[in-house]
């Protein structure tokens, strides 16, 4: 492009020369052999129709060829002007030629001699390198700056993860830090979650385990009497069934973590005026898994009942069941599960004289006509506080109690993750001294 321009402004400078020198008196002179031009570096041939060269401010006339063949003269005779470039090999330089024809019908030609593109490029190419060198360093220094500023957050990030928010990240990057520190979070949870369930099993084994080891002791050393094996050997067989539901319970939870899609601890559990929400998590991913089938709901409840009727007249309870067909697609095994430990821990938490409640129906009322599984009680209730902690793994709200009537502490936790693969809902509304009301909306 250089270049281009270059040429332009030579033939413009040659065309204005040639109009300078045009007068009839320097043409004159000319053709009279008296002219001496000003300019060195300009050569200046005058030419006739013919061809013939009458002036050249370089050569002898009489010993040039004729003229008339040359592009731009040819041109100047046909269009009034022409202008060529001829290169020169000899001295690696390119010619610049302008010719005019005037109006006696000669021809003046003006030309110039000047490098070529090559003779350019040679003498720019020092300035050029000087330059790409210039720029390669200073592209350098601030892509190194921009770099450690996009990186710099983010190493700061990897190192102070416990402070995520203090860290200083920019904008563009503060979707990316909420998922790392939610991440991060739910890791820490996770993991506080594994040591204390870790302590709990420790603690909950090692009380069974210590009282049927003592028992055992006793009778082994022939410290126990007759009458005293007996009682002692029942203790050993209650705390044997208390081992062995523990270790069942701990199985089918381990076995429900490793199938869940949706992690324990990512349910939501909101308490608001004595009412316990519990929220799965609506993952597509667990649509149409195995083991899914159109189930009848009402006739799982009435298996349940049946099941529980016997221990619930042992513990002066009375047991009912009330409502309808209801068809939901589920796992029957693990709706079975839920039905046992709500109507189970519905029984254990109800005083001598109670009742227990067992309702599924169609509430196209409240929830766009789901199918609701309700198991009600007018036990000790539940109390605010404890309320968003029954869901946990061991957690009791009367440990007393809990021990005495054989539970596990592990009942509703299986509740959850069978809820949380069901994409149901489950509601709980609970006063301590007047009992609680269960509502899982599938």
Not at 61 to 87: F, M, Q, T, Y
Not at 109 to 121: A, D, K, L, P, T
Not at 430 to 442: A, H, L, N, Q, V
Request: glycine residues 6%; contains cysteine.
């Amino acid at each position: 492009m250089f270049y281009q321009l270059f040429k332009s402004e030579i033939g413009d400078n040659l065309r204005d020369i040639a109009y300078a020198i045009s007068d009839k008196d320097v043409i004159n002179e000319m053709k009279s052999g008296q002219y001496k031009p000003l300019m060195d570096d300009i050569r200046i041939t005058l030419i006739d129709s013919n061809g013939k060269v009458l002036y050249d401010s370089e050569v002898d006339p009489a010993v040039l060829d004729n003229h008339l063949a040359r592009p731009e003269v040819e041109s100047a005779i046909k269009n009034g002007s022409g202008k060529s470039v001829r290169r020169s090999d000899t001295i690696m330089k390119n010619v610049f030629y302008y010719a005019m024809r005037l109006d006696t019908s000669d021809v003046l030609r003006v030309s110039r001699e000047s490098g070529s593109m090559w003779n350019m490029f040679g003498t720019i190419i020092p300035f050029l390198l000087l330059m790409i060198g210039v720029i390669y360093v200073v592209c350098n220094a601030v892509g190194y700056y921009l770099v450690r500023q996009i990186i710099e957050p983010i190493e700061n990030l990897s190192k102070n993860m416990d402070a995520v928010s203090e860290a200083g990240v920019y904008s563009e990057l503060q979707p990316f830090v909420e998922t790392i520190k939610k991440q991060h979070e739910d890791i820490i949870k996770g993991s506080k979650m594994r040591q204390e369930f870790t302590a709990n099993v420790s603690h909950e084994l090692k009380t069974p385990l210590t009282s049927i080891s003592g028992y055992a002791e006793l009778i082994e050393n022939g410290i126990a009497s007759k009458d005293d094996i007996p009682h002692f050997a029942e203790e050993i067989h209650r705390n044997a069934k208390r081992l062995l539901t523990l270790i069942n319970d701990i199985i089918r939870l381990s076995e429900l973590d490793a199938s869940d899609l949706v992690p324990a601890n990512g349910i939501d559990c909101i308490v608001t005026d004595g009412t316990a929400f519990v929220q799965a998590s609506n993952n597509d991913k667990n649509k149409g898994r195995d083991g899914y089938e159109l189930v009848e709901l009402h006739e799982l409840a009435k298996n349940c009942v049946n099941m529980l009727e016997l221990n619930a007249k042992n513990r002066d309870i009375t047991l009912r069941l009330s409502g309808n067909e209801c068809r939901i697609y589920a796992n029957r095994g693990q709706i079975e599960e839920v039905l046992y430990n709500l109507c189970d821990n519905a029984i254990r938490y109800t005083n001598a004289g109670g009742v227990v409640d067992v309702s599924v129906y169609h509430d196209d009322t409240n929830y766009n006509d789901n199918v609701v599984l309700e198991v009600k009680d007018n036990g000790i209730g539940i109390s605010k506080e404890h309320q968003k902690r029954i869901f946990e793994r061991f957690y009791r709200v009367d440990k007393s109690r809990s021990k005495l009537t054989g539970g596990t502490g592990l009942g509703l936790a299986i509740v959850k993750h069978i809820i949380s693969q069901h994409h149901a809902k489950l509601e709980l509304h609970s006063e301590e001294g007047r009992g609680t009301d269960i509502k899982i909306i599938f």
